[in-house]
T-cell receptor, first 113, second 113 residues
Framework: EAGVTQFPSHSVIEKGQTVTLRCDPI?????LYWYRRVMGKEIKFLLH????????ESGMPNNRFLAERTGGTYSTLKVQPAELEDSGVYFC???????????FGQGTRLTVV | KQEVTQIPAALSVPEGENLVLNCSFT??????LQWFRQDPGKGLTSLLL?????REQTSGRLNASLDKSSGRSTLYIAASQPGDSATYLC????????????FGSGTRLLVRP
C-alpha cells in the first residue's frame, strides 16, 4: 500500500512567484493535514481537512496560503506570492480518523530566493 | 497553550547502549502521543502511538511510556545500533476539536559504531 506522497520533493522559486505543492494521502484516509518546519523551529500545524472540508485552518500564516482538497482525495497548497520567510519544509500527513495514527509524507523543501 | 519539550537536544552513545529519550508536555488533556523518527532529508516515520489511557507501547527494541498526569513520555531504545541514528520527535494531540499534533523540537541521536 502506498504511503503519503508529496511532490515536488524540492522547489526553488523567486520571491513573488507562485508555487503549488501537492499531497496524495493514503487511500481511504479522510483526514489530511499540512504542517511545515521553518529554519530552526519546530514542526508547526497549518491546517486539517476532513474529506473536502477544512476542519481547522488556524495555523495558516496569512492569506498568501491557499489549501484545497478536490473531491476529498489529493490536496494542494498554493503560496502566492511567495516571500523569503516561506522557505522551509512542508509536510503532509493523513490519518483514518482525526485521533488515530498520523502518517507523514517525505516533505517538500521550499526555498524562496 | 500546549507546549512540548524534548531533552536532550542531542545525544551521542556507543553502539549497544540502552538509552532513554525524554518528552514533556504542559497540558495533560491529550488524546494521545506519537513518537516519530526522521532521517536527514527524509519524512517522518511513525514509531509508536500511545493513547491517553495507556501507560506504554512496545515495538521491537522500542518502548514508549506515558505518564499523562505528570506530562511526561519516554522512548526507551534497547541495544542501540548505528542504524538508530536519526532525529526523534514526539508530538501530542491535544484534546480539542482540531486533532492537530503539537511537536517538540526533537532529539538528534548518534549511535557510534
Amino acid at each position: 500500500e502506498a504511503g503519503v506522497t508529496q511532490f515536488p520533493s524540492h522547489s526553488v522559486i523567486e520571491k513573488g512567484q507562485t508555487v503549488t505543492l501537492r499531497c496524495d494521502p493514503i487511500s481511504g484516509h479522510d483526514n489530511l493535514y499540512w504542517y511545515r518546519r521553518v529554519m530552526g523551529k519546530e514542526i508547526k500545524f497549518l491546517l486539517h481537512f476532513v474529506k473536502e472540508s477544512k476542519q481547522d485552518e488556524s495555523g495558516m500564516p496569512n492569506n498568501r496560503f491557499l489549501a484545497e482538497r478536490t473531491g476529498g482525495t489529493y490536496s494542494t497548497l498554493k503560496v502566492q506570492p511567495a516571500e523569503l520567510e516561506d522557505s522551509g519544509v512542508y509536510f503532509c500527513a493523513s490519518s483514518q480518523e482525526g485521533y488515530t495514527e498520523a502518517f507523514f509524507g517525505q516533505g517538500t523543501r521550499l526555498t524562496v530566493v | 497553550k500546549q507546549e512540548v519539550t524534548q531533552i536532550p537536544a542531542a545525544l551521542s552513545v556507543p553502539e549497544g547502549e540502552n538509552l532513554v529519550l525524554n518528552c514533556s508536555f504542559t497540558d495533560s488533556a491529550i488524546y494521545n502521543l506519537q513518537w516519530f523518527r526522521q532521517d536527514p532529508g527524509k519524512g517522518l516515520t511513525s514509531l509508536l502511538l500511545i493513547q491517553s489511557s495507556q501507560r506504554e507501547q512496545t515495538s521491537g527494541r522500542l518502548n514508549a511510556s506515558l505518564d499523562k498526569s505528570s506530562g511526561r513520555s519516554t522512548l526507551y531504545i534497547a541495544a542501540s545500533q548505528p542504524g538508530d541514528s536519526a532525529t526523534y520527535l514526539c508530538a501530542v494531540r491535544p484534546m480539542d476539536s482540531s486533532y492537530k499534533l503539537i511537536f517538540g523540537s526533537g532529539t538528534r541521536l548518534l549511535v557510534r559504531p
